[in-house]
């Protein structure tokens, strides 16, 4: 199975600060046909996750514009531009490139 | 709008067989390219996905439990559902069902809280 490892675990913020979370691949998720099958998602304390990014880059539905999503192969990248309070709680990768689709452990932001 | 919500018997024995339901709207199973998974989330494996089914019937199945799951559907009634046999302790988790709209995982529904014991 791909093996997603995200760094950090745990993201102390401020509000406004902007932060980034890693998201490195065993295997690259490039696939044959150019396609490559990396997502985001952002689950507050309680709820289930929700998309932020899918396809590497592309903001979900009502998703906004201070997430964004880079990288390709095995090395990828969330950023959040300016921080604020209902962004905080886990973050996780998913790959669906490789079957079984696999997540990452996680990353925490908290509020510093 | 999509929702989905996922409905179960909350505890059972180990040995058991878990049947849990997943009720969607605002979508259709029978839609070209659409497609219901389903996740586990446990507080010491995280988020592992466990099946999928797409709207032409193929199915697919995480082969670390591929022997126990079974998936199916009900395009009629817009529901779809998982069995997973011979229940453990080691699978109590949270089971969510999510719609995947062509490959993009975008909602999910508030999860059914399973508890494994004797």
Known sequence: DVVLTQTPSTLS????QSVSISCRSSQSLLDS???????????????SPQLLIYLVSNLGSGVPNRF???GSGTDFTLKISGVEAED??????MQATHAPYTFGAGTKLELK | QVTLKESGPGILQPSQT???????????LSTYGMCVGWIRQSSGKGLEWLANIWWNDDK???PSLKNRLTIS???SNNQAFLKITNMDTADTATYYCARIDYY??????QGASVTVSS
């Open chain 1, 33 to 47: 046909a150019g396609n490559t099958y990396l997502y985001w998602y952002l689950q507050r304390p309680g709820q």
């Open chain 2, 60 to 62: 697919y199945y995480n």
């Open chain 1, 88 to 93: 905080l709680g886990v973050y996780y990768c």
């Open chain 1, 13 to 16: 913020a401020t509000i406004g």
């Open chain 2, 73 to 75: 559907k009900d395009t």
């Open chain 2, 104 to 109: 993009v995982m975008d909602a999910w529904g």
């Open chain 1, 68 to 70: 964004s999503g880079s």
């Open chain 2, 18 to 28: 878990l049947s849990l339901t997943c009720s969607f709207s605002g979508f259709s």
